[in-house]
């Protein structure tokens, strides 16, 4: 480290490291100095003049933001000189602002205003021309998108927006256009938002120091200090942001990104402005019983819970309690996720309790807790701004993780090389350096050949693969049949770029693998999670800073509920119930006997009820009748038991076929933690009461396990953290008095571990990485003259899982009406497909119809369909093959045919710029 | 997909994308070889330009809209530049302006409906011994006066005419 630099702020001492400016150094002693365009994630530009400071010797007025410290400097904030410079700033710039601080939604959170009354400035000053940032009039906004406004009277030309937009996000849908006093923050050609490539993240709006950009969610309802703001973690996917809830006379009026350590103050369109659900009309608010007339009842608490503890006393006493089967939730806490496999495990007695983890990434726990010793990303999310070469495959992350798709961006543009395989040219793949667009289901051949490449140029790391590996010789004798030449024919990926690609990631110092289901979600998940395993132990890139295998988990809280033991074979802490000493431990704390044979996977309980072995269902919070491969089957199945329970915030597809239905309490009206992607858990805090009678899913458990004749006795959610983690040793030392406001990443094992930030640093977890061959082997379903398309199935941005949620948050469901199917334009072409038209997709379970994007940007013979959709569920075609291991289904890889339907009204295609949608009417065929 | 899309003639525009593959700093001389193909730049080429280099289109627009040599919308077939500097405005540049914008039915100067001409006033030709004077294209005529400008403008038009029958 070089020599420390010694300056005086105000007649402070103050010592920094060189390269610093002096705002940094300032903020770091406490000194503010006041700033329009300066932002901690964004270059300095120093456009606004505000942070002018007096350095003795200078010739000027010098900007902190952009100023480098040097020895000996003498730097004073507010000198008679400073604060005259200051106001005058203000002055030109209030000169060109509409003044209606009155009106402006932004009035109590607009740092210009902050600043004009703390420097007297009142725009009056200098005869301006008032409003010339592209509007004639004030109040002359861009509305036409359901997210923000821009109201260009308003700015100032700091260029935050611009710069959020292009350095974080990495899509620059504006930038500055035009020059001298006519300069202006514009798309291209001053089109619209909505015909831009503006992904409505609202980061600018966050960015944003006057009242320019204002979020529509709120609007008259309350400005800045008139609302409570509660800092809670959103509940969409593994990320783990950090927001704010505003809360005003018990209502949220809206939400907004706040500072956290997943997310350092960026969000997503759904985080910033999804939340709208949570008050939706449609949400339960009291317990409904299907009575002899077929239809669900409102009734009381009591009757609810009383009929759904004999019914399964019942149903266990005729048949075992291995007749009875419980589905917990990604969406709910930890806490809740401990009592839901407490409940199943020591009342119900059946180790029948699963999740939704069993579609997105069972391969993973299962593969690298093979390999590794544990089954989760190794590294941290912010870590990947400073790796060398990212190497991203099966994860569309500026979409389904946005926030580390923009952190990953920001490695990009800071020098780290990126590699894509996908498919399809996400935004991601446009971005790359090299973008390996192979077929679905040949990711082994595609990795395994990248390890030959490796082993045939000598780029491993061999003092890595000596010391801390075991098994390589099987693996280079397995890669060694998988030339680039062989795999180019599996893959469809030239070889050279397969030759690029392993030099690329090979060479650097620090590499990351970043994954998510375009690696787990097929019948060979486990081995594909494996071989990338065996890629970055090959080049040492584990147990380091910013390098790692890192799967994105896609639930806000789906590493919670497997670290919870919501999985048939373990108990808390991926401890096995088969292991007698373990499963004691829990049945002293619990005082009841547990069962030790594993029990069923979700996929095999549907089987199981269809077959009927199975005769009771309780849900927690998931919907498989969308989530679910070929959901005509897993209909057939629930239709088919004796009971089924949901609990849920909403009348989901699945609780549609309850016989009882329990309202829960959202997240924004419980206390609890989530697990994020990373590990990290983090507090959930109230915001608002529940509707009508609705609980949280913790109440109710406890409510129901008295029915069983256990008090477990619980208050508060904190109570069920402390009984967890003594039971749990890798969240020994997790309790919530240590969890504001960063949270804590597991391992944590004692009250005094800091929690930790990268696995594997000395030795893995099961001792030494194992390295595992694999080999290629194709989809259980690949395409034939009857089906001679491969469908691939996945999320968009701005819906979620089963759209309960996103398609009842008033702005993302008008931004993004209906579901659609991908068709390359050359296909397109053949099958007479044309933009917009509606399609019939059909594959050997079943067929839907949609509308069809005609885009160049996924490879021939390959559809894509989102998942979100009811009226075009892409799961009524999807395929049950399971993973041998991981019981994962294939969800990404089918076979089906297209057929052009004639079009039904109006032409036009509601998904890409959406909001100008024509209603398009979809039906669900092949599913009754 | 807009109208522009489908007519748009992108033949050109690759071969010119095809010269800067790999070249940083390639932003300006390609709208400049861009514009001289096409007159102007279409959206439709500043969409593919930002394509090509990877770029925001915002910023290509930035760019194009920063610099007075670029324009984004079909300019004429010739191109007049009455000179409005200091000696050319002492010696009746403005009349010579107004007389050519009537005469062609463009208040304050703009490109003709048939797009025959654009008519742009400018600060100084550098050639002020010839004022008031004016450019057409590649050429410079001097000592103008209302009447001897039209004349040049109608030899143009003239010649526009001839090749429209």
Known sequence: MADAIKLNIDGTDVETQPGTTIIDVATEAGIEIPKLCQHRLLSANGTCRMCLVEVEGARTLLTACTTPVQPGMKVSTRSEQVLRARRSVLEFLLAEHSLDCLVCERSGDCRLQDYAYEYGADGRQIAGKHYERGVEEPGEVEADNPFFVRDMSKCILCGRCVRMCAEVMGYGAVDFASRGAETKVATSFEMPLTESSCVFCGNCVTACPTGALQPKQGARQGRAYEYEKVRTICPYCGVGCSINLHVRDGRIIGSSAVEGPANRGLVCVKGHFGHGWIQDEDRLTRPLVRKDDGELHPTSWDEALDLVAERLRTIKSKHGSDAIGGLASAKCTNEENYLFQRFMRSCVATNNVDHCARLCHASTVAGLATVFGSGAMTNSNWEFESSDVLFITGSNTTETHPVIGAVVERGRRAGAKLIVADPRVTDMAYRADLHLQHHPGSDIALLNAMAHVILAEGLEDKEFIENRTEGFAEVKEKVAEYSPERAAELTGVP?????????????????????????????????????????????????????????????????????????????????????????SKFERAWGSPLRADPGLTMIEMINEAADGGLRALYIMGENPMLADPDITHVKEG??????????????????????????????????????????????????????????????????????????????????????????????????????????????????????????????????????????????????????????????????????????????????????????????????????????????????????AVVTPNIKQGVVFMPFHFAEAAANVLTNTALDPVAKIPELKVCAVRLEPQPWEGARGCCCETSGESDAFEATNEGSD | MSESVQTFDGAKLNAILSRFVGKPGALIPILQQTQDEYGYLPREAVRRIARGLRMPEAQVYGVATFYAQFHLKPRGRHIIRVCLGTACHVRGAEMIFSRITSALDLNGGGTTEDLAFTVEKVACLGCCGLAPMMMIDDETYGRLTPKSAMEIVNGYLGETLARAS
């Not at chain 1, 050279?496 to 060479?507: C, G, K, L, P, Q």
């Not at chain 1, 787990?520 to 594909?528: C, F, I, L, M, P």
């Not at chain 1, 805090?685 to 619980?714: H, M, N, T």
């Not at chain 1, 290629?776 to 999320?795: D, K, M, Q, S, W």
């Open chain 1, 495 to 583: 070889a050279a770029d397969i030759i690029e690609a392993a030099r690329m990631f090979a060479r650097e110092r620090r590499g990351a693998v970043l994954y998510s289901m375009g690696i787990t979600q097929h019948s060979k998940g486990v081995d594909n999670v494996k071989a990338i395993a065996n890629l970055a132990m090959l080049t040492g890139n584990i147990g380091r800073f910013a390098t790692g295998v890192n799967p994105l988990r896609g639930q806000n809280n789906v590493q919670g509920a497997c670290d919870m033991g919501c999985i048939p074979s373990h108990l808390p802490g991926y401890q096995l119930v088969s292991k007698k000493e373990l499963r």
């Open chain 1, 638 to 851: 629930l239709e088919n038991l004796d009971f089924l329970v949901v609990q849920d915030v909403f009348l989901t597809e699945t609780a549609q076929l309850a016989d009882v239905v329990l309202p829960a309490a959202s997240f924004a009206e419980k206390s609890g933690t989530f697990t994020n992607t990373e590990r990290r858990v983090q507090l959930v805090r109230p915001a608002v009461s529940s509707p009508g009678e609705a609980k949280a899913d913790w109440r109710i458990l406890c409510d129901l396990a008295a029915r069983f004749g256990q008090s477990w006795g619980y208050e508060e959610s904190a109570e069920i953290m402390s009984d967890l983690s003594a039971l749990t040793p890798s969240y020994g030392g997790i309790s919530y008095d240590r969890l504001d406001p960063v949270g804590l990443q597991w391992p944590c094992p004692d009250a005094d571990h800091p929690g930790t930030p990268i696995l594997h640093t000395e030795t893995f977890a099961r001792g030494k990485g194992l390295f595992s061959p694999v080999d290629h082997r194709p989809p259980a379903e690949v395409p034939n003259g009857e089906f001679p398309i491969v469908l691939t199935t996945g999320r968009m941005l701005y819906h979620f899982h089963t759209g309960s949620m996103t398609r009842r948050a008033p702005s993302l469901h008008a931004h993004v009406p209906t579901g659609y199917v991908e068709v390359n334009e050359q296909d397109a072409g053949h099958l007479g497909i044309e933009h917009g038209q509606p399609v019939k997709v059909i594959s050997r379970r079943g067929g839907v119809v949609t509308q």
